[in-house]
């Protein structure tokens, strides 16, 4: 798929970014043997235009982006701000941080391919070059371009913005989590076989990709007990890359919500891996802070961590666990979770 122009480059970025961005700085490397095929996106928050030290906060901002981006190690880029502006022609804010990250790529023999403001990403938004050619237009409509539809056709969601991700996977109703820790906390603590484990992982997977799943409070602590046995969260991680992928990651999001902590830190690393494996470094994200929040100190939250922050591309995740990553070996404490609980 082509993107043919500059505000087909700014309808690109939710797709690429899984969600609608505000209020920031994207940027995205270009690569392959054409040196224009477009590779990792990232975003960064934007610094306050009214604070005293912008032009501080703009250097790091700039410096910090553009050290992400060479992960990808980039033959070319796009550099967008995205922010709200007045006038008609409208006034680009933020050309200081522009010229800088401008700078930062061409001291790094980084072809800049576009330099862009555009007040959103949404179909009729403007946006305009912060270059001398001048040139300006209105984003099309994401769903009337070839590259938009195709991407969504794959299975990407795109959702209105980072809130919406971390709605994902934001704790269920508190009254339905207390219920289902106190019956962990009378479970066996050695959990059901490893074979029954993993069958009763199968089948709600199974639930999830036929649009049947339920998770009664039963159900999330036998599939929580299940998740601690390190045979189960193997089969979890094989899930994660085969034919039912899609209906796993599903899975991995309603336990993150449903499941009470600390053994909700599992599902949502799960569900970050799920996420790396797609390229989706945003939801990624969100899934480690949710799976850190839950258990500090995870070891696969820190190892996903560690691989999200070095840019790491979906067929080096998927070597990573043929290299047999697993999670940690045992549940949280029961003395940890009742410490919570009275904290």
Do not use: K
Not at 19 to 27: A, G
Request: charged share 20%.
């Amino acid at each position: 798929m082509r993107v043919r122009d500059q505000g087909e480059l700014v309808a690109a970025i939710p797709a690429m970014l899984g969600f609608h961005p505000r209020e920031s700085l994207v940027l995205m490397a270009t690569g392959g043997q054409s040196g224009r095929r477009l590779g990792l996106t990232l975003r960064v928050d934007l610094p306050p235009p009214e604070i005293a030290a912008y032009a501080e906060h703009a250097e790091v901002v700039a410096a910090s982006a553009v050290r992400g981006l060479l992960l990808d190690d980039p033959a070319g880029a796009v550099a967008a701000v995205l922010a709200p502006s007045t006038g008609d022609p409208p006034s680009l804010p933020h050309r200081r941080l522009a010229g800088l990250v401008a700078q930062a790529l061409a001291e790094r023999e980084v072809d800049v391919h576009a330099l862009l403001w555009a007040e959103s990403t949404t179909g009729g938004a403007r946006w305009a070059c912060y270059e001398p050619c001048g040139c300006w237009g209105l984003v099309p409509d994401p769903a009337a371009t070839e590259f938009v539809v195709a991407t969504v056709a794959e299975g990407r969601v795109v959702h209105p913005d980072r809130d919406a991700l971390e709605r994902l996977v934001a704790p269920a109703d508190p009254g339905a989590l207390r219920r289902r820790e106190e019956l962990l906390l009378r479970s066996d603590a050695g959990g059901a076989p490893g074979d029954t484990g993993a069958a009763a992982l199968d089948t709600a997977i199974a639930d999830a990709a036929a649009g049947r799943l339920t998770l009664s409070d039963t159900r999330v602590v036998a599939l929580a007990s299940a998740l601690g046995i390190p045979a189960v969260q193997a089969a979890a991680l094989q899930r994660s890359t085969g034919p039912r992928a899609v209906a796993a990651e599903q899975l991995w999001a309603a336990l993150a919500r449903e499941t009470p902590d600390p053994e909700a830190a599992v599902p949502a690393a799960l569900l970050a891996v799920s996420a790396l494996l797609r390229g989706d470094g945003a939801l990624a994200n969100v899934a480690l802070g949710r799976a850190e929040r839950a258990w500090p100190g995870h070891l696969l939250a820190g190892v996903l961590r560690t691989a999200a922050e070095a840019g790491l591309r979906p067929d080096e995740v998927r070597e990573w666990l043929r290299e047999g990553l697993t999670m940690e070996p045992a549940p949280a404490p029961r003395a940890t979770r009742r410490g919570r609980r009275s904290a």
